[in-house]
C-alpha cells in the first residue's frame, strides 16, 4: 500500500541522548517534511526538502537535523534530546498532481523524553 | 508570515445537526488551502484543496467552500464517525510549505 512508513511508533528517550527518527515513502514524491504536533500550538514545520539532495529550516528547526540523501528517506535527527522536544512527530511527502496537491502524512511517532 | 485560525475550538453536535467550521487566513499569495481530518493517534488525512474564491468541493457529508479570507466546512447531517479533528492549512509562496492552524475537534452525539 503506497504511503508512509514512520518509525519507531513510540519511544522514550533519556535526555541527552541522541535519536533518529526514519520516515520513508514509496510514492516517489520529491518533497518531503517534519512537522511536530504540541497540544494548543497545533502543526508546526520543522525541516523540509524540495527533493533529494536539497534540505531546509521550517519554523522550529532548533535541536533538529534531517539528510535527504534519496527520493524515498528522509531522517530526522535530535543531537541531543531535551525535555521540550517531547511530541508527536509526522513526516509528510507532497504530490504534484493539482487534483491532489494535499499532503501524504505518516502515522507518526510519540516521542517522550525525560 | 501566513496565519490561520481555525474557530470553534471545539463543536459538539447531535447526529444529524447540520454546521460549519471556520477557517480564516491572511496569506501572501494563496496557491492552496487544504482540509484535513486528523482521529486520535492517526497522521492528517487529506479532504480538499481549494484553490480560488468561490471554489466549492464535496466528499459524502463534508462540502468545503472558499472565499479571499476565509473557508468553511460544511457538514451535512453528521454521523459519530465524522467526529475527529478537523485541520485546516494554506500554502503560499514559494516553497510549498504548508501552514495549520491549530484545529476543532468536532464530537457527534449519537
Known amino acids: 500500500i503506497a504511503g508512509i512508513t514512520q518509525a519507531p511508533t513510540s519511544q522514550i528517550l533519556a535526555a541527552g541522548r541522541r535519536m533518529t527518527l526514519r520516515c520513508t515513502q514509496d510514492m516517489r514524491h520529491n518533497a518531503m517534511y517534519w512537522y511536530r504536533q504540541d497540544l494548543g500550538l497545533g502543526l508546526r514545520l520543522i525541516h523540509y526538502s524540495n527533493t533529494a539532495g536539497t534540505t531546509g529550516k521550517g519554523e522550529v528547526p532548533d535541536g533538529y537535523s534531517v539528510s535527504r540523501a534519496n527520493t524515498d528517506d528522509f531522517p530526522l535527527t535530535l543531537a541531543s534530546a531535551v525535555p521540550s522536544q517531547t511530541s508527536v512527530y509526522f513526516c509528510?511527502?507532497?504530490?504534484?498532481?493539482?487534483?491532489?496537491?494535499?499532503?501524504?502524512f505518516g502515522s507518526g511517532t510519540r516521542l517522550t523524553v525525560v | 508570515e501566513d496565519q490561520v485560525t481555525q474557530s470553534p475550538e471545539a463543536l459538539r453536535l447531535q447526529e444529524g445537526e447540520s454546521s460549519s467550521l471556520n477557517c480564516s487566513y491572511t496569506v501572501s499569495g494563496l496557491r492552496g488551502l487544504f482540509w484535513y481530518r486528523q482521529d486520535p493517534g492517526k497522521g492528517p488525512e487529506f479532504l480538499f484543496t481549494l484553490y480560488s474564491a468561490g471554489e466549492e468541493k464535496e466528499k459524502e457529508r463534508l462540502k468545503a467552500t472558499l472565499t479571499k479570507k476565509e473557508s468553511f466546512l460544511h457538514i451535512t447531517a453528521p454521523k459519530p464517525e465524522d467526529s475527529a479533528t478537523y485541520l485546516c492549512?494554506?500554502?503560499?509562496?514559494?516553497?510549498?510549505?504548508?501552514?495549520f492552524g491549530k484545529g476543532t475537534l468536532l464530537t457527534v452525539n449519537p
Open positions: 509528510a511527502s507532497r504530490g504534484a498532481d493539482r487534483n491532489n496537491y494535499g499532503y501524504t
Open positions: 492549512a494554506v500554502h503560499g509562496g514559494s516553497n510549498y510549505k504548508l501552514t
